[in-house]
């Protein structure tokens, strides 16, 4: 197959002085070239996390990471930091939240776009300053020619999210990876850097692992979606598939709690009762039996002693049977 990056049981954990954290607990997953990965979760569900070690961004003394992380059938979990270096901001990018995490205060917006183009590509200050100005253009910003020697304190939180997509492209990276990167802005910005967002990856090919908390963005801009919780994928699929007809309790849990897809916002949130558990101490079986409303319909105890598989393909960790999975989100979730 045409995976780009292949994750394979997954592990991450790291010590605390309350004990071992589980973050990531025995996740796979693939991101094909130039297609879209969401991954969903509330927060603490190993999301983060999980990019953070494919970018070798973890802390390596307290981490310990097992599993694979094939990028292009490199194993990153076995590289050594100096040939990961050569990877990020190259082959593999990475935007935040907070752009002011990418960006320093002391240095102009051009001079940080030029950095890792210097750095990957052995150009010229000048190539350099010249493709920062290409970038600013391909993003957005208007008059690039004078504000490639702005701070970023003189651009908006808008223009400065474009700037850090423009420092995250200017290797044109084959891997983008976007960590809630609109939360923080309000309605109509998010709208345009998500178009934005689009449209480079159309002009660049690159593939996008997109990580939010919120189902209505990645409907917009997923292909595949993963959805995790308590460091696992509890549900994969194509978007269309896990949004039209999703397969397990949380992601109907996640569903409920948003508003109606370009409906009336006024529809009422209806949270998923309870806390995520805690990765100290996960819950036996299925980590999300102390959440659930339907345990009662699978037989025995088996939802808090057995843990439920995710199978290949489209598939979802659940002991509902396939057509319990289909009746109960037909008759009890779909219909508002
Ligand atoms: Fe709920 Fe049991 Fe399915 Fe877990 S396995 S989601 S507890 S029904
Ligand atoms: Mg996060």
Redesign the pocket.
């Known amino acids: 197959p045409d995976s780009f990056l292949s994750v394979r049981d997954l592990r991450v954990r790291f010590s605390t002085e309350d004990g071992i954290v589980k973050a990531v607990d025995g996740l796979s997953f693939d991101v094909e070239r130039g297609k879209t990965l969401g991954i969903v979760g509330e927060s603490g569900s190993g999301k983060s996390v999980t990019n953070l070690t494919v970018l070798g961004l973890h802390n390596r003394k307290s981490t310990t990471v097992e599993g694979e992380i094939l990028l292009e059938g490199q194993d990153l979990v076995t590289t050594p930091e100096k040939e990961l270096e050569k990877l990020r901001g190259n082959k593999v990018a990475m935007i935040f939240q907070d752009p002011l995490t990418a960006l320093s205060p002391y240095y102009t917006v051009g001079r940080q776009i030029a950095e890792p183009f210097i750095k990957h590509t052995g150009a010229s200050k000048k190539e350099a300053r010249e493709r920062a100005i290409e970038m600013l253009t391909k993003v957005g910003i208007p008059q690039p020619k004078t504000r490639v020697d702005d701070y970023p304190h003189q651009f908006s939180g808008g223009m400065r999210q474009r700037a850090m997509i423009a420092m995250a492209l200017v290797c044109d990276p084959d891997l983008l990876i976007a960590d809630e990167p609109t939360t923080a802005l309000d309605v109509t910005v998010q709208a345009q850097i998500l178009d934005l967002l689009k449209d480079l990856q159309q002009e660049f090919g690159s593939a996008i692992i997109f990580i939010t908390h919120d189902l209505g963005v990645i409907s917009d801009m997923a292909d595949d979606l993963l959805v995790m919780y308590s460091g696992r994928a509890v549900e994969r699929g194509s978007v269309r598939e896990v949004l039209r007809e999703p397969r ?3 992601t109907w849990g996640l569903l409920s709690s948003m508003p109606r897809l370009g409906g009336s916002t006024s529809v009422p949130l209806t949270p998923i009762p309870g806390t995520p558990p805690s990765l100290l101490n996960p819950p036996s079986g ?1 980590p ?2 102390p959440r ?1 409303t ?2 009662d ?2 037989s025995g105890d ?2 808090s002693t057995e843990r ?1 598989p995710l199978g290949e393909g489209r598939a979802a960790a ?3 049977t396939a057509e319990q999975k289909q009746t109960i989100f037909i008759d009890k979730i779909q219909p508002r």
């Open positions: 397990h309790p949380y299925c999300f039996h659930c339907f345990t319909k699978v088996r939802c439920p659940c002991h509902l």
